[in-house]
C-alpha cells in the first residue's frame, strides 16, 4: 500500500501536537531509561510548555520544525536549532517518530530533509545531535548514516533533573552524508535586500 508522506513546517498553533509526539516518543524510545513517573506525568506537561514556549512565544529561536504526516496523520517531526551550540555546528535537538510508524523509512527521510536543510542554509557547517547512551536503536540508526560519536559524558536530561549518559553524533561533511542519503542540497536562500 503507498502511503503519502508530506513534510511540513510546523507553527505556533502546532506546539500542543509537537509536545504530544514529543512525549510519546520519549515513552518509548527511553521505557527503563528514564523514570515511569516521569514519563508517564511529568513529561506530557513539561513537552507542552516548552513547545509553547518555543513555537508560540519565540523561545530558543531560531529554530526549524518540521512536522512529518503519513496519510494525513501526524507521525514524527525534526526540530533544529542552528544556534544553539555554534561551535559544534547546526543541532539537531529532536528527530523523532512514532512507533507505529517504524519501518517505513520516515526517519532517514526527515534525516535526509534535514540534512538538505542544513547543506543549503549553512554550506560547510557540521551537523551534530546528542542521543541518550542507552538509546540502541537511535544510535544504530546514526551509525548506519556514518555519524561519529564522541565517548559518553554525563548530562541534564532536559526537565527530569537527571544526569544521563549521553554522546554527542557529528556529521562534519553533510555534503557527503546527502550523497549517502541520496540527495542534494537545497539552494541558498537570495541575501535581502
Given at each position: 500500500?503507498?502511503?503519502?508522506?508530506?513534510?511540513?513546517?510546523?507553527?505556533?498553533?502546532?506546539?500542543?501536537?509537537?509536545?504530544?509526539?514529543?512525549?510519546?516518543?520519549?515513552?518509548?524510545?527511553?521505557?527503563?531509561?528514564?523514570?515511569?513517573?516521569?514519563?508517564?506525568?511529568?513529561?506530557?506537561?513539561?513537552?507542552?510548555?516548552?513547545?509553547?514556549?518555543?513555537l508560540q512565544q519565540g523561545a530558543e529561536a531560531p529554530l526549524e520544525v518540521i512536522l512529518a504526516r503519513v496519510d494525513g496523520?501526524?507521525?514524527?517531526?525534526?526540530?533544529?536549532?542552528?544556534?544553539?551550540?555554534p561551535q559544534f555546528g547546526i543541532y539537531l535537538d529532536n528527530l523523532h517518530v512514532l512507533p507505529q510508524w517504524h519501518g517505513?523509512?520516515?526517519?532517514?527521510?526527515?534525516?535526509?530533509?534535514?540534512?538538505?536543510?542544513?547543506?543549503?542554509?549553512?554550506?560547510?557547517?557540521?551537523?551534530?545531535?546528542?542521543?541518550?547512551?542507552?538509546?540502541?536503536?537511535?544510535?544504530?540508526?546514526?551509525?548506519?548514516?556514518?555519524?561519529?560519536?564522541?565517548?559518553?559524558?554525563?548530562?541534564?536530561?532536559?526537565?527530569?533533573?537527571?544526569?544521563?549518559?549521553?554522546?554527542?553524533?557529528?556529521?562534519?561533511?553533510?555534503?557527503?552524508?546527502?550523497?549517502?542519503?541520496?540527495?542534494?542540497?537545497?539552494?541558498?536562500?537570495?541575501?535581502?535586500?
Amino acid at each position: 500500500m503507498t502511503r503519502s508522506i508530506e513534510l511540513l513546517p510546523a507553527g505556533a498553533q502546532d506546539a500542543a501536537l509537537i509536545a504530544d509526539l514529543h512525549t510519546r516518543s520519549w515513552q518509548f524510545a527511553y521505557h527503563g531509561q528514564l523514570p515511569a513517573d516521569y514519563l508517564e506525568h511529568t513529561a506530557p506537561a513539561e513537552r507542552l510548555q516548552t513547545w509553547q514556549a518555543r513555537l508560540q512565544q519565540g523561545a530558543e529561536a531560531p529554530l526549524e520544525v518540521i512536522l512529518a504526516r503519513v496519510d494525513g496523520e501526524p507521525a514524527g517531526f525534526y526540530c533544529l536549532q542552528p544556534e544553539a551550540e555554534p561551535q559544534f555546528g547546526i543541532y539537531l535537538d529532536n528527530l523523532h517518530v512514532l512507533p507505529q510508524w517504524h519501518g517505513l523509512g520516515l526517519g532517514k527521510r526527515l534525516f535526509a530533509h534535514c540534512a538538505r536543510r542544513v547543506a543549503g542554509g549553512w554550506p560547510g557547517q557540521p551537523l551534530f545531535l546528542y542521543v541518550l547512551e542507552g538509546n540502541t536503536q537511535a544510535r544504530e540508526f546514526y551509525r548506519r548514516l556514518e555519524g561519529i560519536e564522541s565517548e559518553p559524558f554525563d548530562d541534564l536530561f532536559p526537565g527530569a533533573k537527571l544526569i544521563v549518559p549521553v554522546r554527542r553524533v557529528r556529521w562534519p561533511d553533510v555534503d557527503a552524508l546527502l550523497r549517502r542519503l541520496g540527495g542534494q542540497p537545497e539552494p541558498a536562500a537570495p541575501a535581502s535586500r
